[in-house]
């Protein structure tokens, strides 16, 4: 018991060549002799015939002995779930050592686990959140898993606080991005003996995230080996019922009709043939699911927030191949992308993987639309990438726009057309990979990451062969993001709807206790809340869900007057109008962190390349472009305390002598209850009235149409005119005026009176 309690205060004394190692978990490995030597310096005479009898009692012990010491003296908790094998992260450990999960004789350890899936999309649909089944956490982030006990998460620095609050005490929680704290490869390589393998799936990570991870886990002398299936073995193992993995969605994907997109998918794939061959290649992956959405002009439930479809695309400039899983097409999409009567010679043909052929014959309807001032472009392109085809003569559908609507050519039996049959192929949504190492092609561009997309994953990229790989953006990108006159009918109508919809929740809230059940984080309500409306995604960041006090938070509406009234030249990279933003908020020595706002998608993603409006950016100098549409977004923090967030969805417009506008195509109402009139300059007050004055001529009959009465008199309360300051001095002079005027006219009155009485007392 001396020994014992003197251990942690013996050890000072000891000599430099004694001195105690100190192992990565912060124990302290204390020699028995160096210990004993240190304690018989400490001992008093007294105590001499103690000191005397230490040897005895320790050469009764066996050798070597080492003493293992906790430096802190606070007893530490132990966490059971840490070594407990029946948990995910207890069965992974397992099936590091295990040959039949490893699939090769050599064991991991250590193994990452990624947040995101084969499309690297950024809300994974539930049976692809391998992160959410490992170690419980629901966000973004990667997960480093020891063989030999040990397990860290790595994410984002505001995930941190609930990130601790969601795992078990068997996680380290990392903040990634404080410099201060190690990196994935140091956490691995700090730990005790880690010189080997690490394994991964290459499946759900972008090729430069592969890339730097290879490159500095080689430098610690590790290797980092692909593992494709390990994690989807054991989820499809797991006991629990509770743990298993979601079935996958068999909802089918269906065609986004041509009334929305504008386009046919054909003048699309024309259009990206045009980029490639500018680019040198002759076939592109395509693997982000808003892509391969537009591309095909389909739309699915696959993952949540945004109607897209799991598959992907090669487009070469023979064929289309898609890869979609079993069964999800349906026949009009089937039909419109020509999947039947598809013979071995056809050139510029759609081949479908995934599911199994069936020859019927197909109606096609190869109607379309007059392209508009935004659109010629890509048409223009189209029709001089397409040449003749033994599938079908596009030349007639993408005829000049003084033609349009363009002549139709023989129809045949049935209505088909005598020109040739579009057709497809099939096989299955993985042989992607296998497809991707043997194909014919010479150049084949790999898309890149970009500020919200990750592009290609590494699988992808390894898939193709060295030689043949070209890593660049992916043009379709610019093409999706810059809408024609149908996507911005269908934007507008969706954001009309998303108006009146909102109105009525607010103002049945409202009704039942002043707003209290709107308490929530903004950022939550704009990131859950993408409507699914017929043509539109609809971020709604927006309105009085806040606490706080108003005379601070009136003013912050000037960051949104000062973006949606900006006129702009048009080579303005969208990064660069930040600081009209962030103006009203600098002035005052404040800033919030997330960018003021992207780009938003036509039935797609809510947040889209290429824009994006941040001035920390120095790689994204993207200018915007007529038919953008995209988000302004100011905010204002009070830390731990409450913040908000004014977001509004613009449509960039053209102004003369090649400058850029912005017009709103948010309609809802601010809370005037938040808005400090006293702070507002005459400008932002035009601005204010101008958009309520929108929101009346614009929601008020849609209202009105449905019955909605009291919404209706709630939106006009809402939206009550601001006079202005200069109308308010007009006023206040005129009124002056007209009390001066009076005054002298009752004077003169009573004048003129006092001098009738005289005159006729007088005469």
Known sequence: MLLTRRMTRLHTVQSASERPLHSGNGRCLLSLNAVCDGARSQLSPQTSSTTTQLPTMISRLPEPLTIVQELPTAPQSICSEASYPGTPLGRLRSAMKNVSYTQSNAFF???????????????????ERRLQYISGWDGAGTAAVLADGGAALFVASGDVRRARATVSCAWLVVDENDPSQPTITEWIAERPGRNGRVGADARLTSVMEWQSLFS???????????????????????????????????????????????????????????????????????????????????????????????????????????????????MPVREALAVYNCYATANNCTRIHGFEALHIPVLHDIKTTRPTRRSVGIHAIATAALGPSP????????????????????????????????CSRVNDYTTIYADLRRASETKILIPTGDT??????????????????????????????????????????????????????????????????????????????ACRATANTVPW?????????????????????????????????????????????????????SPTGHGVGAALNRREDPV???????????????GYF?????????????????????????????????????????????????????????????????????????????????????????????????????????AQTRYRGDSYGLFYSVVLANVICYIANNV
């Open 216 to 330: 500095n886990l080689q430098r610690e002398g590790m290797q980092l080996v692909h593992a494709q299936t390990l994690i989807d073995q054991l989820w499809a193992d797991e006991p629990s019922p509770g743990l298993r993995r979601p079935e996958f969605s068999r909802i089918v994907a269906n065609l986004h009709n041509l009334e929305y997109t504008g386009m046919t998918w054909r003048d699309k794939v024309a259009a990206v043939r045009a980029e490639l061959r500018e680019l040198g290649a002759d076939a592109m992956v395509v693997t982000s699911l808003d892509e391969v959405a537009w591309l095909l002009n389909v739309r699915g439930r696959d993952v949540p927030y945004a109607p897209l479809l799991k598959a992907f695309v090669v487009v070469s400039m023979k064929e289309v191949r898609v890869y979609a899983p079993p069964g999800k097409l349906s």
């Open 612 to 626: 994006v409006i941040d001035y920390r950016q120095d790689t994204n100098l993207h200018t915007f472009r007529e």
């Open 630 to 734: 995209v988000t302004s977004e100011p905010a204002w923090y009070e830390s731990r305390k409450f913040g908000v967030k004014l977001g509004n969805v613009l449509l960039v417009v053209a102004k003369p002598d090649g400058y850029l506008g912005f017009r709103e195509a948010t309609l809802l109402p601010f809370e005037p209850k938040l808005i400090d009139r006293n702070l507002l300059t005459e400008y932002e007050i035009n601005w204010l009235n101008a958009y309520n004055e929108r929101i009346r001529k614009t929601v008020g009959p849609d209202l009105t149409d449905q019955g909605l009465t009291d919404v209706y008199y709630w939106m006009m309360n809402k939206t009550i005119y601001i006079e202005p300051p200069s109308k308010a001095r007009k006023s206040a002079n005129a």
């Open 109 to 127: 350890d250590a193994f990452l686990v990624f947040h995101s899936d084969e499309h690297l999309s950024e809300e994974p649909a539930p049976e």
């Open 391 to 422: 599938c079908m003569n596009f030349s007639s559908r993408l005829a000049a726009p003084n033609t349009w609507p363009p002549r139709r050519g023989p129809i045949g039996p049935q209505g088909r057309p005598t020109t040739g049959h579009l």
């Open 541 to 593: 960041p927006r309105h009085g869900n806040l606490r706080g006090p108003t005379t601070e938070l009136g003013d912050r509406s000037a960051c949104q007057a000062a973006l949606s009234t900006l006129q702009a030249p048009g080579t303005l990279p969208a990064a660069h109008a930040d600081p009209v933003a962030r103006g009203p908020l600098w002035t005052a020595a404040q800033d919030y962190p």
């Open 452 to 529: 919200f997309q990750r592009g290609a994953s590494a699988a992808i990229a390894q898939s193709v062969p060295q030689s043949k790989r070209l890593f660049q953006s992916s043009p379709i990108i610019y093409f999706k993001a810059q809408k024609n006159d149908a996507e911005i009918r269908g934007m507008r109508r969706a954001h009309l709807r998303d108006a009146v919809a909102m109105c009525t929740v607010l103002s049945y809230i409202e009704s039942m206790g002043n707003g209290e059940h709107l308490r929530g984080p903004t950022t939550e309500l704009g990131d859950r809340s």
